[in-house]
């Protein structure tokens, strides 16, 4: 029988089993929209996730994918666009007053693929300033005194919170890590240039990576595998899974929260006890500097990047935003090549650090979400590993105070996201006891 759009309870289903259900007739993507639309409208006063809405767009994009046949395994699946992705249909800001309601005349290429495989766009959810560190509205749904991370802070929210089952992020340092560490979620970075950034606005070319929330890892990778025609990870033999895994502290460690350095004293056995092949990695010295040369690349190419934005408004720049610039211009050309050759040359290390089937557990932020909204927290343990590309999964690792959730992330070598996704779920039971 088809699901009729009155319940209210599909938008808490996971992106497999609804896309299937659709798949099957058993659901509609209209009666799912029509779902995560009823939560949206029940808590978006509260958290505060979506910058643009419109519902009846929404609603008759959603009856379009009903009466197609289906285009692919996430037919009929809403999804949540950063508003630093352009898009046709919405006003696309940028988290900024420079471009309040301006409309693009296109949709991003990471926005056009998944209306071609029949996806819905639910609508456009809040950034921090072209995606920097200036906060927007948004709260953590888990605890609205605190922040959700950012810079992807609507997206990590609204699926954290049921209203959208997928949301795109970007990360330029940590902007899909961290929140989604911060709201308990799945987060994905994947490989540098493994999706396309043809209509998202850009801070820095060298890094800035489209990503992904969803609310479970075989999720993510289904998304992946839809959106960039990535092989389909196989999930099968995860409960037999004996893997390796390097505990990596990073070069950053002082920077760690007591509830995440308390969480990595345990780490370790928790992990052996689950079946794990488990070591320490001190990574070398040729390492030590790969967090500045990651802000060296982020300062300078950004400079640039939001040129016209600092050359013409600057009265509209938030203070945060012009610090960066005014810091940005102490980078000369040559501090940037040394950057650019820093994280090459940290990125042709890696594999030489880990085994071919080895992956690596970092921190995924230094602690809990942070109380108050006018900070997002510190990227600081997604720096080394964005700066040198490499495929990143998030997860769920336990809570620290007052039951905020923590988070670990697994990296795996860059391409190889299968392997990343596969050993984060393993790590996700492993740590879910």
């Not at 408004?313 to 050309?333: A, G, N, V, W, Y």
Request: hydrophobic share 40%; with cysteine; net charge negative.
């Amino acid at each position: 029988m088809t699901a009729n759009a009155g319940n209210t309870t599909y938008n808490t289903w996971s992106i497999t089993d609804a896309a299937k259900a659709i798949a099957a007739g058993d659901l509609t993507s209209e009666a799912l929209v029509a779902s995560c639309l009823a939560r949206i409208k029940e808590r978006e006063d509260d958290v505060g996730a979506w910058i643009y809405l419109d519902s009846e767009r929404a609603l008759a994009e959603a009856r379009e994918r009903d009466a197609m046949t289906p285009q692919s395994p996430l037919h009929g699946i809403p999804f949540g666009i950063k508003d630093i992705i352009d898009t046709v249909d919405m006003p696309t800001g940028y988290g900024s007053p420079i471009y309040k309601d301006a409309q693009p005349f296109w949709d991003a290429t990471c926005v056009a693929l998944l209306r071609e495989a029949g996806c819905v766009a639910l609508g456009k959810t809040v950034t921090t300033e072209f995606a920097t560190r200036h906060a927007g509205k948004t709260c953590n749904p888990l605890d609205l005194t605190r922040t959700p991370g950012g810079s992807s802070s609507g997206s990590a929210a609204a699926v954290a919170d049921c209203m959208v089952p997928v949301a795109y992020g970007t990360q330029t340092t940590g902007s899909v890590i961290r929140p989604g560490a911060y709201c308990g979620i799945v987060a994905t970075k994947p490989t540098y240039g493994l999706i396309n950034r043809s209509g998202i606005k850009e801070l820095c070319e060298s890094l800035d990576t489209v990503g992904f929330y969803t609310r479970s890892v075989e999720d993510a990778a289904l998304f992946l595998h839809v959106l960039a025609d990535y092989p389909v990870t196989d999930f099968s033999g995860v409960g037999d899974l004996k893997p390796k895994i390097a505990i990596c502290r990073t070069t950053v460690w002082d920077q760690a929260k007591p509830e995440t350095v308390a969480l990595f004293d345990t780490l370790a056995e928790r992990l052996a006890v689950a079946g794990a092949e488990v070591r320490e990695l001190v990574l070398p010295a040729d390492f030590d500097d790969i967090a500045p040369a990651q802000a060296v690349l982020n300062d300078y190419e950004s400079l640039r990047a939001l040129a016209y934005e600092r050359i013409n408004f600057p009265e509209f720049l938030s203070e945060e935003l012009t610090s960066k610039i005014d810091r940005s211009f102490s980078h000369d050309r040559d501090k940037h090549s040394w950057a650019i050759d820093y994280a090459q040359n940290c990125k042709a290390l890696l594999p030489g650090l880990i085994a071919e089937d080895e992956v690596i557990v970092a921190p995924a932020a230094p602690g809990v979400a942070e109380v108050g909204h006018k900070n997002t927290g510190s990227p600081i343990f997604s720096q080394i590993w964005n700066a040198i590309h490499v495929p990143s999964v998030s997860v769920p690792a336990g809570t620290g105070p007052d039951g905020m959730p923590l988070g670990v992330q697994i990296i795996a070598r860059c391409r190889e996201d299968d392997r990343a996704f596969v050993h984060a779920e393993w790590v996700r039971q492993a740590l879910s006891g």
